[in-house]
């Protein structure tokens, strides 16, 4: 499937979420993404092959104009922020608007709470974001790329969402699942 990753702020931990789930690591001096970068990882889950196609598009606002491009061919998209920044809260309801009125019908969405092991300087509560969540019929998760907590969960609660196609076709275009033996792609290029 296609992943379009995005938060409109930068710093929120967005590609350490995707560096924790394709390469199970956390880097704390991880270089910011200029513009987007596309990664892929398999996993088995039960007996099915789940591929992802992982664009991590840039947050800064000089780069918001691109995002269509990624997100218009994609079966899901995680948008991220920061539960130690209110304002990374906000904005990313901005995210889910243009999702909604732009891009594709049945875009499956999650919403990520990330640093959640830095709870002591909280400023959105969990529950707040759930009802969020609820009432826009997205994923909820918290989760930390430094702890490795419930990284690999979204990606697999993403993928259960979408329904299992033919090679070649897809929820967005673009989305497969495969029945095969299991096998692991990691790459990471920047375009
Ligand atoms: P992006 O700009 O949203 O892609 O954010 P980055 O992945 O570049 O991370 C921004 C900063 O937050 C870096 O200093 C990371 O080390 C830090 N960071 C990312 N994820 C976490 C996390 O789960 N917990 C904590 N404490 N720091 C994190």
């Known amino acids: ?3 379009f990753y995005s938060s409109v702020d930068t710093g929120v931990g967005k590609s350490s979420i995707v560096w924790r789930f394709v390469e199970d690591n956390f880097d704390p001096n991880i270089n910011p993404t200029i513009g987007a970068s596309f990664m892929t990882k398999t996993v088995q889950y039960q007996n099915e092959l789940h591929k992802f196609l992982i664009w991590d598009t840039a ?3 000089r ?3 691109l995002a269509p491009m990624y997100y218009r061919g994609s079966a899901a998209a995680i948008i991220v922020y920061d539960i130690t920044k209110e304002d ?3 904005t990313l309801k901005n995210w889910v608007k243009e999702l909604r009125q732009h891009g594709p019908p049945n875009i499956v969405v999650a919403i990520a709470g990330n640093k959640c092991d830095l709870s002591d300087a909280r400023e959105v509560s969990e529950k707040d ?3 969020y969540a609820d009432s826009i019929h997205a994923i909820f998760v918290e989760t930390s790329a430094k702890n490795a907590i419930n990284i690999n969960e979204v990606f697999i609660e993403i993928s259960q969402r979408i ?3 033919d090679a070649g076709g897809g929820a ?3 989305g ?3 029945r095969r033996r299991p096998s692991e792609t990691r790459t990471r290029t920047c375009c």
């Open 1 to 3: 499937m296609t992943l």
């Open 59 to 61: 947050g800064q606002e």
């Open 63 to 65: 780069f918001r104009a």
């Open 88 to 90: 990374s809260f906000q």
């Open 129 to 131: 974001a759930k009802d």
């Open 163 to 165: 329904p299992v196609l």
């Open 172 to 174: 967005a275009g673009n």
């Open 176 to 178: 497969f699942k495969l």
